[in-house]
């Protein structure tokens, strides 16, 4: 018990934010570090004091580059991280992770660094729970600032080795589509490396596009995606007196659009499979008829009228029991009756109106048939006096 509530406390307080926040910044801060001195090893700045040993240094090798962008990030992540941003925490996991994968698989050294890195996102992991923001300002500019970091890194890493692919990459415009080409993971193949820099460089660029680029656009979209479901569900709880089509056969798709196209307002109800029968405009909402707890999210209380037009009996019969379990609907449930012989069983549910297009059909052919005039009134004679409700 007690430890499961330390573990509670350390996966939901804000101190957990902020401990992460700055073990990512330390973590970046000695990633840094520990690659300038080993740069720095020409001089000793003690004696040559700290200009001649900066001089020193030159241009960082180009296996460097990667892990020196990747500390950069980790700090500018803490930032989010600190507020507790979803977005920041998922890619600063990914981003340790390859760290990792570049000690051990590329420089092929694990050193007090590495474990570092390993034992924060052991930590990061643990504390999943204390950094449930889902923002969509972050989640945009962690996102951008990810995918332009690493698109910087590809072209000028691109360029700066450009003489090690076949053909040399000498342009901006060929460093910028050989980028794209490895983020995006298509690899056409018109441009390959060499050398062995060349290809340890591409293979960075392609398991950090692999993991940043991606997971930075999934995220964004996602996150879009939830954001238009929750627009929905909000207009729907505003709803009332509105009208609820239940099922996926082509009357209630058409007669969902003929109630959308007269102003009403109408929900439509039917399983993730069948959503494309109504057009793109509909409010449907996706899920199991026969559940409550879907009818419910359709706001079935303040409705005016709900019509089951399953094509199967057995499953409107399941609906309109349903809703009886709901107390507190007024609404007037209309159903029809695909099979005419389950006529007697589906009214004993006692619905506002019950219809049989076989039994509307025979009737009006036969009028046709003999020679009967047939008017509005007598369509709507027929539907009132024999289907409905006593």
Request: one cysteine or more.
């Amino acid at each position: 018990m007690k430890l499961s509530a330390i573990l509670n406390v350390i996966e939901t307080s804000k101190v957990t934010r902020k401990m992460m926040s700055l073990l990512l910044i330390l973590n970046g801060i000695f990633i840094i570090y520990s690659i300038l001195l080993s740069r720095g090893i020409y001089l000793d700045w003690e004696i040559h004091g700290f200009s001649a040993w900066l001089k020193s240094l030159g241009v960082l090798k180009l296996l460097d580059i990667p892990k020196v962008m990747l500390a950069c990030a980790l700090i500018l992540l803490s930032i989010f991280m600190y507020l507790g941003a979803r977005i920041a925490w998922c890619v600063s996991l990914i981003l340790l992770a390859t760290i990792i994968f570049l000690d051990v698989a590329v420089y092929q050294q694990m050193g007090f660094q590495s474990y570092f890195s390993f034992i924060l996102a052991i930590g990061l992991l643990m504390s999943w729970r204390a950094f449930p923001h889902h923002s969509l300002t972050s989640a945009g500019f962690v996102a951008f600032i990810c995918i332009l970091s690493l698109l910087l890194f590809s072209m000028l890493g691109s360029l700066y080795i450009g003489d090690e692919f076949k053909p040399h990459i000498t342009t901006l415009m060929d460093a910028f589509y050989f980028s794209i080409v490895c983020m995006t993971t298509l690899g056409f193949g018109d441009i390959v490396p060499v050398s062995t820099n060349a290809r340890i460089f591409t293979l960075t660029v392609v398991i950090l596009g692999i993991t940043v680029f991606t997971t930075s656009i999934v995220y964004v979209m996602g996150f879009l995606a939830r954001g238009t479901r929750d627009i929905v569900k909000k207009r729907i709880a505003k709803m009332h007196n509105h009208f609820i089509i239940i099922g996926s056969s082509v009357l209630a798709s058409q007669l969902e659009k003929g109630l959308r196209e007269q102003g009403k307002q109408v929900i439509a109800i039917c399983t993730d499979k069948n959503k494309a029968t109504y057009d793109v405009q509909a409010n449907i909402i996706e899920g199991d008829p026969t559940n409550l707890k879907t009818l419910l999210s359709a706001n079935i209380a303040k409705a005016s009228w709900v019509a089951t037009l399953s094509e199967s009996d057995a499953e409107n019969t399941f609906i309109l029991l349903t809703i009886q379990e709901c107390s507190n609907v007024n609404a007037k449930l209309i159903t029809i009756i695909n099979q005419d012989e389950n006529r007697d069983k589906i009214s004993r549910l006692r619905p506002d109106m019950l219809f049989s297009l076989a039994s509307l059909g025979k009737e009006i052919m036969m009028k046709v048939l003999c020679g009967e005039s047939i008017s509005s009134s007598d369509v709507t004679d027929l539907l009132l006096n024999k289907y409905l409700k006593s």
